[in-house]
């Protein structure tokens, strides 16, 4: 089983959609957790860190659910420049340095 | 610029060759991080350096990988005997402490395909 799991993709949806994206991970020691985009053939960037208490960033908001090992990135009102891949990042292993990488799930928002 | 810098952007080794990958971590970064990072796939972790000392490398795929930072600044990912399963994006990461909540800050990435 993999260390970070995410949903499998890819979603299509139109402008001003709601969605959600879900990430679950498997070391319970994990301390720090994060969103990444990712546009085609760049780097990723950080997108939000998750917060114990969650947290809202604009249309964006991030949730942690520490007992249940799970994360969620909810995008409101989405644009077309939402389009790109969404990482579930999850910092915390054996030296509490490993950023730890789901596969992500691509978004496609469509005019 | 102050960005992560990675050199080169694009490489192509024949199967057998040698490659060195360069990366200039942002100024005063303790951690640098290498990861890899197929077509489709999101990165995986190779290898952590907290400045000159390599705490992590057990994401490195085989022995002819191999990585250093011997002053803690600027990291070289050397990939001995390329083979074709070696194409991929190398990424390069650096974070302020790696401590928590602390974000990593990436290089653009060194597309190495092997022919």
């Known amino acids: 089983r993999k260390e970070v799991e995410q949903d499998p993709g890819p979603f299509n949806v139109p402008e001003g959609a709601t969605v959600a994206f879900n990430c679950t991970y498997s070391?319970?020691?994990?301390?720090?957790f994060f969103w990444y985009r990712q546009d085609c053939r760049k780097e990723p960037k950080l997108l939000m860190s998750v917060y114990s208490s969650g947290n809202e960033d604009g249309r964006f908001t991030a949730q942690l659910n520490r007992a249940s090992q799970y994360i969620s990135l909810l995008i409101r009102d989405s644009k077309l420049s939402d389009s790109a891949t969404y990482l579930c990042v999850v910092n915390g292993d054996n030296y509490g340095q490993n950023f730890v990488f789901g596969p992500g799930t691509r978004l496609s928002v469509l005019p | 610029g102050a960005g992560v810098s990675q050199s080169p952007r694009y490489k192509v080794a024949k199967r057998g060759q040698d490659v060195a990958l360069r990366c200039d971590p942002i100024s005063g970064h303790v951690s640098l991080f290498w990861y890899q990072q197929a077509l489709g796939q999101g990165p995986e972790f190779l290898t952590y350096f907290q400045n000159e000392a390599q705490l992590d490398k057990s994401g490195l795929p085989s022995d002819r990988f191999f990585a250093e930072r011997p002053e803690g600044s600027v990291s070289t990912l050397k990939i001995q005997r390329t083979q074709q399963e070696d194409s991929a994006v190398y990424l390069c990461?650096?974070?302020?402490?790696?401590?928590?909540?602390?974000?990593?800050?990436f290089g653009q990435g060194t597309r190495l395909t092997v022919v």
């Open positions: 990461a650096s974070s302020f402490r790696g401590s928590e909540n602390t974000e990593a800050f």
């Open positions: 070391n319970s020691a994990s301390q720090s």
